[in-house]
């Protein structure tokens, strides 16, 4: 089992620039979650989704989109980035409100 | 929104010393967890507790539901346990709240 993976690890981008990031997970679980994390503020919940064809907002969820059409796959989008959304972004999965298993992280540099 | 603080933020210990790392929420939950986040970035969950205490090896967690505060401890601390320990309340459909993380450090 590979867990929970994302892609790309590390992606720089021009403001305006859109982009999106994949969270893949193989463990079959029904929730899946977008998080970001900043230098001093800790984790914060993007966005959620409790299963297929479901997304839902969390905390800051401004300028950010979200789209589960495959269990497995978890996609968050950046329609036109900005340099506040520099930042490094974790996806978790989550059989259903219970332990979290987190990605390994992707940094993103929004020059 | 629960607010969830954690204590100290910098620790620097000494190879052996007994640990202890604090956290606080101010809303009542049904879960508390204690993740582990290395100096590569990743994160790990370490325990999930709703109730008393639970152990993994030289980690001990604690909880007090009353009180809203739980405590994260290492025994016979070691430098491999130098990492960022984070407290995240919640849980569930709508994910977690999470402390701003205590940097531990164990000098040999």
């Known amino acids: 089992n590979a867990g929970v993976t994302q892609t790309p690890k590390f992606r720089v981008l021009k403001t305006g620039q859109s982009m999106t990031l994949l969270c893949a997970q193989d463990?079959?679980?029904?929730?899946m979650y977008w998080y970001r994390q900043d230098p001093g503020m800790g984790l914060r919940l993007i966005h959620y989704s409790v299963g297929e064809g479901t997304t839902a907002k969390g905390e800051v969820p401004d300028g950010y989109n979200v789209s589960r059409l495959k269990k497995q796959n978890f996609l968050l989008g950046l329609e036109s980035a900005a340099p506040s959304q520099t930042s490094v972004y974790f996806c978790?999965?989550?059989?259903?409100?219970?332990?979290?298993?987190f990605g390994p992280g992707t940094r993103l540099l929004v020059l | 929104k629960n607010e969830v603080e954690q204590s100290p933020q910098n620790l620097t210990a000494q190879e052996g010393e007994f640990i202890t790392i604090n956290c606080s929420y101010s809303?009542?939950?049904?879960?508390l967890h204690w993740l582990q986040q290395h100096p590569g970035g990743g994160i790990v969950s370490l325990f999930m507790?709703?109730?008393g205490k639970k152990k993994h090896g030289r980690l001990i967690a604690t909880i007090n539901i009353q009180e809203k505060h739980s405590s994260l401890h290492i025994t016979a601390s070691h430098p491999r346990d130098s990492a960022v320990y984070i407290c995240a309340a919640g849980g569930g459909a709508d994910g977690l709240t999470f402390g701003k993380g205590t940097h531990l450090i164990i000098q040999p």
């Open positions: 809303v009542g939950i049904s879960a």
């Open positions: 507790l709703s109730s």
């Open positions: 463990m079959n679980h029904e929730y």
């Open positions: 978790a999965s989550s059989p259903g409100g219970e332990t979290q298993y």
